[in-house]
């Protein structure tokens, strides 16, 4: 989400690349994608030829690999990019837009919880530099819907320790995909704007997943605003929100709806 009302994310720079200040926890805490949106991108694709663009620690290219897939990775982040290279997926360090693909070319191109932090412009532009005809360009998030009384503490906590954050004055019951529709239209936007693709498409995979207080706490300082916390304001946002969870019982369940922006390469 942008970090200020008139800052777009990929502008952000120093927040889009904080996220490998610990890759390991990343990789541990962040959701992998359903197999039905796997599916469904591989039905789409003319073919398992993939690129992964701001792949992190590669928990989608992975993903793919598993489901035959031949996957290079894009990352603009060393540390991310060290841990994908770990775990098997072949990484190349780069800011998308800048990224020299050599005259490499592929049946599709893959964002999965990055494409936000691209230019939209320059972005579709260089997907459709690097994909084949009829090549899949599928930009995917994760939009989960925290429950607002775990939501409130989070926010009264940022509040104290970055009173100047956008973030913290965010309604505790306001829809979470009201929230990430800007970056929605911002992508099938510039898909649009680039004159090489068919009209975007939405996809949308419903699914849920439980966490446990400690779960919870493991995974949020790896969120952009987090990952830029000194360790006592980090210390005062997590003792805020273990209270939260402790007081619905310990667990809560997380909704959660993957969103794909998908279009196909037509010149």
């Not at 060290?82 to 049946?107: L, Q």
């Amino acid at each position: 989400m942008p970090t200020t009302p008139a800052q777009q994310p990929h502008q952000a720079r120093k927040m889009a690349e904080s996220f490998g200040v610990d890759s390991d926890r990343y990789d541990r805490t962040r959701p992998p994608y359903p197999q039905a949106m796997v599916d469904r991108i591989l039905a789409a694709s003319p073919g398992r030829d993939l690129l992964d663009v701001g792949s992190g620690t590669g928990i989608a290219a992975r993903q793919f690999q598993r489901a035959g897939c031949t996957v290079l990775a894009v990352e603009p982040d060393e540390r991310m990019a060290a841990f994908a290279r770990r775990t098997g997926v072949e990484t190349e360090v780069a800011r998308f837009e800048e990224w020299d693909a050599a005259g490499r070319t592929f049946d599709a191109a893959v964002a999965a919880t990055a494409w936000h932090w691209i230019d939209p412009d320059k972005g579709a532009a260089k997907a459709a530099e690097v994909l084949r005809p009829r090549g899949l360009l599928a930009a995917c998030w994760h939009v989960f819907q925290t429950p607002p009384s775990l939501m409130r503490a989070h926010n009264d906590a940022l509040k104290r320790v970055l009173p100047d954050s956008p973030f913290a004055d965010r309604p505790a019951t306001m829809s979470a995909m009201d929230g990430y529709r800007p970056m929605f239209t911002s992508a099938a936007d510039g898909i649009r704007r680039s004159g090489r693709f068919g009209e975007p498409e939405e996809w949308t995979f419903a699914w849920e997943r439980v966490y446990t207080r400690d779960e919870w706490l493991d995974q949020l300082p790896t969120s952009g605003v987090l990952t830029q916390l000194a360790p006592d304001q980090l210390q005062e946002v997590l003792a805020a929100a273990g209270a939260a969870v402790d007081a619905i019982g310990g667990s809560f369940t997380m909704s959660y709806t993957t969103v794909v922006v998908a279009a196909v390469r037509t010149a």
